[in-house]
């Protein structure tokens, strides 16, 4: 299943294939379509290893060097990414997209204060003033609902606690108003209680800034959460592209009724989850086999 590019879509990946270089008929993300409109929360859904990260990693130019794109369109509000000198690629990249990551720790520097954390990206790639760049870095303190912006922002990471650093990398996604933010497994490194409230967080500041969202996660529940539309991943293979309330309601294919009914439901904990069975898990492998010796003759 490969989704048409979409003429409104910000973000548009068409027929996205990438390898492993050593192994070249090896394919990792499998003629992969994704698009994302201005203002719509995409999930993008998977288990571990389906190539969540690989899009993502595509999408901010920093794939690994084993690994390279050897078909495909990525383009950002029309600048076809690919087609660019890596400089221009980047500074693209740069000034239209940014990401909130999964682990808030490793993602700030740790001998930097906060506040240079943030305005960075505003003096850097925005031409911002330092005072300017602070009284927006002070503004989205209190927009992501931080009471003390003036102590946070004189902070060093360690000082925070875990939400208060994801709300800071929240704050600095926003930052510099970007059109795409990728949102990649934003709250599977903290507690629970804190997990409720960042999620709630990043959809209050997508809906205020309209931005265009793509949240990845490998959690059924959070797309019902927050997404509008979603894309599952198998093996590197879009098995659906559809909106929520279709995906709960009549899923297409094999693979995402089980992953349904292998989701806890929060409104009935007390029902029994039932794995993903062999049988489905065998004939998507079938189907992405079949997919594979297809693509392999028309190359
Ligand atoms: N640096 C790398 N070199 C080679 N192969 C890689 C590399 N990183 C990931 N892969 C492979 O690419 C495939 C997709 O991995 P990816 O990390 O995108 O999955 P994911 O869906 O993000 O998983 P997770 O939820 O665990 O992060 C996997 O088969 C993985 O083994």
């Not at 050897?70 to 383009?75: I, L, W």
């Not at 954390?117 to 790639?125: A, P, V």
């Not at 059109?179 to 959809?203: C, F, G, H, M």
Request: glycine letters at 6%; hydrophobic letters at 45%; proline letters at 6%.
């Amino acid at each position: 299943m490969n989704p048409a590019t979409d003429g409104n879509a910000y973000l548009d990946i068409d027929d996205l294939s990438i390898v492993l270089k050593h192994l070249p008929s090896q394919r990792l993300l499998r003629s992969v379509g994704l698009h994302v409109k201005p203002g719509e929360v995409r999930g993008l859904v998977g288990e571990s290893g389906a190539g969540k990260s690989m899009i993502g990693k595509t999408i901010f130019d920093i794939l690994p060097r084993a690994v390279e794109i050897v078909e495909g369109k990525v383009t950002l509000g029309g600048e076809d990414l690919l087609a660019l000198p890596e400089s221009a690629r980047r500074r693209v990249i740069a000034r239209t997209s940014a990401l909130i990551p999964q682990d808030p720790l490793t993602a700030l520097n740790p001998v930097r204060r906060i506040e240079s954390q943030i305005t960075d990206r505003l003096t850097k790639i925005l031409g911002f003033s330092k005072a300017d760049a602070r009284e927006r870095a002070r503004t989205l303190l209190d927009e992501v609902h931080i009471r003390d912006p003036e102590r946070v922002l004189k902070a060093y990471p360690h000082q925070l606690s875990g939400g208060m650093r994801q709300r800071v990398l929240i704050a600095a996604a926003f930052a510099a108003e970007p059109k795409l933010i990728v949102a990649d497994e934003p709250t599977t490194a903290l507690d629970v209680t804190v997990q409720k409230q960042i999620l709630r967080l990043i959809a209050e500041m997508q809906a205020r800034h309209q931005t265009a969202l793509l949240f990845v996660t490998h959690d059924l529940g959070v797309v019902a959460k927050i997404c509008q539309n979603v894309t599952v991943l198998y093996g590197g293979m879009v098995v659906e592209d559809t909106d929520v309330k279709a995906l709960f309601a009549n899923p297409r294919h094999a693979y995402t009724r089980a992953l349904i009914a292998a989701t806890p439901r929060y409104d009935c904990p007390e029902e029994s989850l039932v794995p993903v069975p062999v049988a489905v898990i065998e004939a998507t492998r079938a189907e992405i086999a079949a997919a594979d010796t297809a693509w392999r003759a028309g190359r």
